[in-house]
């Protein structure tokens, strides 16, 4: 029969344990409601396609009647246009006339061009006129809604977050050299399976399939190397500061869904330097827009890569230290003499 306190203690212990996944679906309903909740554009950078009085007034009337929410500008020519276009330097171009164009690029957001779209079909319907639209840069055939990428991000990140609680946890007892080289090896793993399911077998993927899978080796090693880090330091809470690094700051700012354009400014702002932004936009740079700011994208990346190496550097510092043995106490002088005084006899 279990006495009154023991079960105190085991509420206490029980209700301990709770406080973190409560703490994770505070996290999750803010992260994702806050990021998801109500997209709207702002400075979303289009274009109007040729020049002369009517093309400025045109781009004048829209970017006062949309206020923040357009950046309008004018280019000359539809070849600029589409060159802008697969630069991603604009999400939308539209070239008036007795026929009307709207060029998109929807494998750079399919939700971007959709909103497009939408803009420059009542812009058109104005004009009495149906729409032409042309997509310059589509998706793969096996990803037609172009948010696979976005999913691919989920399947390695999840693969490699959850393994840092095998191997801080079961693998705590080796040295940290060891477990970093596990963390190393399980990255290449999952990123070898997400590459299979993002090529063979899904085709997300339909080309550079070996530059996708160098990506999300950096990638999931740099997140698997900052969790073994951490764990050192917080223990049971590591998978907490996953979940929010990795999840619900990372899936919301991506891209995968809304590019920053259609987010508020917190969640727009982190889509420049977080590390799931970086896996999406750099695999979209090189599979879609010919290798466009691709460099930048792996800059981000590889400096996830390295907070993860510094992490387990000062993780295994902090290891070695708690190890050495602690010299013991030095006597007090006053008790070092008492005790020599009744050492040596008179």
Partial sequence: MTSSGDTRATLRHLFGH???PLLMCVGMGLAYLGAFHQPEPHDLRV???GSGPRTQVLAQTLKDKAADALDVRTVPTRDTAVSQLQDQK???????GASPELLVASAGSDTTATV???VFTDVASAQHAPLKVTDVAPPAKGDPTAQGLFFL????????YTSVAAIGGAGAPLPMRLRALIAVGTGLVVSAIGTLLA???FHLVD???PALFGMAAVYTTGILLIGVGLHTFLKRFTMLAMMVLFVMLNFTTAGGVFRPELQNGFFASLHSFWTGAGFVEGVRSLVYFDGHALGGHL??????LLAGVVLICLAAYHESRARRPRPAPALAREDLEQELEEAVPA
């Fill in 18 to 20: 709770l406080i973190v």
């Fill in 47 to 49: 274009a109007i396609v």
């Fill in 90 to 96: 604009i999400f939308g171009a539209y070239a008036p």
């Fill in 116 to 118: 497009v779209q939408k």
């Fill in 153 to 160: 991000l989920v399947a390695l990140s999840i693969g490699s």
């Fill in 199 to 201: 090529g063979p077998v």
């Fill in 207 to 209: 080309h550079d399939l």
């Fill in 299 to 304: 800059l981000t990346l590889g400096l996830w």
